[in-house]
């Protein structure tokens, strides 16, 4: 997955993004301060760091909703400015129309482009049938699981074939089986897809199962406090959690990312 | 056993009508247990006499003309503030431009009672339908306008972040999230607005018209024919109860996607 010239520019880059939050009445949060990775094609790639680090709002500019107060984001070459159909998002709590079908869910997006509706259904049934939804076509989100709501999203990120992925915390609502069971179609569904995925996680052991590289970052204001190579073999099941190469990765992952998370140990 | 699970079915219809007969039942019997001093008698009456009372101005197409002309007034104030109350509440809840032009207009006037304006609209629209109809959407417009205001303002910031995500612009939004999150609302402003529209026919008909079934109320009121008076009172308890049933009924088609509420202990 690593870059095959030098020369040619990453996919996607983060160079020196500041953002502060400022209200009215309240002393401004610099939410993240001079915050710089690369991602490349096809990596999967995953943000773990303390809450409230600004994790969410690194996704949301990327995703195009945010604007950072100085520095460049740049995506194949061309700076970001908006949302676009080249990346499609997976919100943590779902983020799904309540008075929507999953079928009308999954569409949102092809239906907001102006793609006509038969093409769209048709689109959208393939898609059902990826995450294995099959036969809830026409269920509404409240007729759902956690994990059901989630493949939901997944499949309406997908629709619009975007080439990133971005997953804010997708996992977390869901049970430990259920979690498990979505990780390894995810896995699965990436590597068919071949997207670029960046996957934010409060959890060390899901971003070492998924990832290429883990980005550590800092506590607020938030960095990258060190990118960590993941170079355990694909496909990757679930008994290679049990692996001590695994777990060796993980206590890495932790042994940079607590310093971040005791008060007072920082420096 | 099988008149039992009828009556558990239908419960609180059997009971709600059941008591609506009985108070009618009691109603009709004062007379044979108390003699009305005289001066009362003249404003007392039963609902059997009500009851002939209408079908008398049923036949000589009494009712059917006042209740034309009231009927026009109620659909065409309603209409006219759903027209206008509606987008205008919804631009308002999300342009904060509008929203600092507008808010001091629609608080003011929506703080004041409406009736102060029925002399105004008598001198300048007479005391025709016009002058009826602007009473109305006086009345009905800004309960309609002040809750889609709200359902915009409380909508569901996720939502509309996962719509504009997918690159929507301000109208695909509005229709997409913002309309169908503020429904609730809207259909809550909507019932308030019928009772709004209703209380402005009534009004304007006492006081500014020579038609309608409110100034059926008031004239036959001036002439004690207390039977007719409660004739008109009826028609419109049950002109009520029919509308509101009806936003029920919409209400529900609206919102088919929401969760069956589950029957508790
Ligand atoms: N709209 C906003 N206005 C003001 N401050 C905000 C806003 N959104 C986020 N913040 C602040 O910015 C910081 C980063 O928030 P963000 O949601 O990105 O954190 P996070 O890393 O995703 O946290 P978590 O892991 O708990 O989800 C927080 O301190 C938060 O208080
Ligand atoms: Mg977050």
Redesign the interface.
């Known amino acids: 997955m690593r870059r095959p010239l030098a020369k040619m520019p990453p996919f996607i880059r983060a160079n020196d993004i500041t953002l502060v939050f400022k209200s009215k009445n309240r002393d401004p949060v610099t939410a993240l301060n001079n915050l710089s990775f690369e991602i490349e094609r096809g990596e999967f790639v995953s943000i773990v760091g303390p809450s409230g680090c600004g994790k969410s709002t690194f996704l949301?500019m990327l995703?195009?909703?945010v604007r950072p107060d100085s520095g460049h984001m740049q995506m194949n070459g061309t700076p970001i400015k908006?949302?676009?159909?080249e990346?499609?998002?997976v919100?943590q709590?779902f983020?799904l129309?309540?008075?929507?079908?999953v079928t009308a869910n999954v569409e949102?997006?092809l239906?907001?482009?102006g793609v006509a509706a038969a093409q769209r259904t048709q689109r959208a049934m393939e898609l059902i049938k990826l995450v294995g939804l099959n036969g809830f076509e026409r269920h509404?989100p409240?007729?759902l699981s956690g994990g059901m709501k989630q493949r939901v999203g997944l499949a309406r990120a997908l629709a619009?074939e975007p080439e990133v992925l971005l997953m804010d915390e997708p996992f977390a609502a869901l049970d430990a089986q259920t979690r498990d069971l979505m990780q390894a179609e995810l896995l699965q569904i990436w590597e068919r897809t071949k997207k670029t995925v960046l996957f934010v996680t409060h959890s060390i052991e899901e971003a070492a199962y998924l990832s290429d590289r883990v980005i550590v970052m800092t506590a607020r204001p938030g960095r990258t406090k060190q990118i960590i190579d993941i170079n355990l073999p694909r496909p990757r099941d679930y008994e290679m959690r049990l692996t001590p190469e695994f777990n060796e990765i993980k206590s890495r992952i932790w042994e940079v990312l607590k310093e971040e998370l005791i008060p007072g140990s920082r420096r | 056993m099988k008149l039992k699970t009828f009556c558990t079915e239908h419960e609180s219809f059997i009971l709600g009508t059941g008591f609506i007969v009985i108070l009618l039942a009691l109603w009709e019997s004062v007379p044979l247990w108390y003699t009305l001093p005289k001066g009362m008698a003249l404003f007392f009456t039963t609902p059997s006499k009500v009851a002939a009372a209408f079908q008398q101005l049923l036949i000589n197409g009494e009712i059917e003309k006042h209740f034309y002309v009231s009927a026009i007034a109620f659909l065409a104030g309603l209409g006219l503030s759903i027209v206008v109350g509606l987008p205008l509440g919804l631009l308002m809840g999300r342009s904060q431009t509008l929203e600092a032009l507008l808010d001091p207009y629609v608080t003011s006037f929506n703080a004041s009672p409406r009736i102060v304006w029925l002399p105004l609209m008598i001198l300048w629209f007479g005391i025709g339908i016009w002058s009826k109809i602007v009473i109305v959407f006086a009345g009905a417009v800004f309960p309609l306008l002040i809750n889609t205001y709200a359902g915009v303002k409380n909508v569901n910031r996720v939502l509309v972040n996962v719509v504009r995500s997918f690159g929507a612009n301000e109208w695909q939004l509005m229709k997409v999230v913002v309309l169908p999150n503020s429904l609730p609302y809207i259909i809550a402003g909507l019932r308030l607005a019928i009772g709004r529209a209703i209380l402005g026919v009534v009004v304007g008909e006492f006081f500014g018209s020579s038609q309608g079934l409110g100034y059926m109320i008031a004239s036959a009121a001036t002439n004690y024919k207390v039977d007719v008076v409660f004739v008109g009172v009826a028609i419109f308890m049950a002109l009520s109860v029919i509308l509101t049933l009806a936003v029920k009924q919409l209400e529900s088609r609206l919102a088919s996607w929401r969760p069956e509420t589950a029957k508790t202990f």
């Open positions: 949301n995703l195009g909703l908006g949302p676009g159909q990346r499609a998002m919100f709590e983020g129309l309540p008075w929507r079908t949102l997006g239906e907001l482009k509404y409240h007729e619009t």
